[in-house]
């Protein structure tokens, strides 16, 4: 079934009252159990997506990271993540932006964007909105966009980007560093039978958004293509 069970933020609560590899070892089956649940539920989102969009991501089991966290530059040494998660990328060079799922107790989420653009993709992007950020303004401020996303998100600088006017009208937009969206969703929601199309239903609404930064990172300044077909 494609349904989270309540058995999976039962386990998830488990260890995050028991985050050590002793514990984790001796009740190494439940994690099995719960991860299967989680991969049949991320082949559901997949299938779904599969009908609008195109995913390089081959399964649900492939789109899932790793419960083992990566402590050796944290100060937080416990070793396991105390969520579920997963990220769907697009494919192909023309689309961009990628879909992620967190399935947590209290604190389950889907996203999207971009996280950690790289330097050339960050400042065509800001060149896109020195010159005209009217597309973007009407899909932030698209009803369906406010409604399921609220507003825009991520990391910014503190006054202006380097080389660029802070007194720029649209330095709101100019100080992003990442690019970000999301929706949370309550623990009914993740446990209800049809929470993996409200899934792909938010993520749909992310479209829009993507379409407008795959043109952009697609094309130079003057719209023409970067990459052949």
């Known amino acids: 079934m494609s349904t989270i069970p309540k058995s999976t933020f039962t386990f998830l609560n488990k ?49 899932l990271y790793r419960i083992y966290r990566d402590t ?20 192909t060079k023309h689309l961009r932006g990628g879909y992620y799922f967190h399935i947590e107790p209290g604190n389950s989420f889907v996203g999207g964007g971009f996280w950690n ?14 010159s005209d950020a009217s597309e973007l303004r009407a899909i932030l401020s698209d009803q369906l966009f406010i409604d399921t996303f609220g507003e825009l998100s991520g990391e910014k600088v503190k006054t202006a980007p380097r080389n660029f006017d802070k ?21 009914k929601d993740v446990l209800s039978p049809d929470f993996y199309k409200k899934v792909n239903t938010t993520f749909m609404a992310m479209r829009p958004f993507f379409n407008f930064m795959s043109e952009v990172l697609t094309t130079d300044e003057n719209g023409v293509p970067l990459y052949e077909d």
């Open 15 to 63: 260890v995050k009252n028991n985050n050590n590899r002793e514990w984790f070892a001796e009740n190494k089956s439940l994690y099995t159990t719960e991860y299967q649940s989680v991969i049949l539920f991320a082949d559901s989102v997949l299938n779904e997506m599969n009908k609008h969009d195109l995913i390089e991501t081959a399964t649900g089991k492939k789109s």
């Open 117 to 130: 653009p790289n330097s050339e993709d960050l400042l065509r992007i800001r060149k896109e909105i020195v």
């Open 72 to 91: 050796r530059f944290s100060k937080d040494k416990t070793p396991y993540k105390t969520f579920f998660s997963g990220y769907l990328k697009r494919a």
């Open 167 to 187: 007194n720029h009208p649209n330095i709101d937009l100019l100080r992003y560093k990442q690019f970000l969206i999301s929706k949370k969703f309550s623990d």
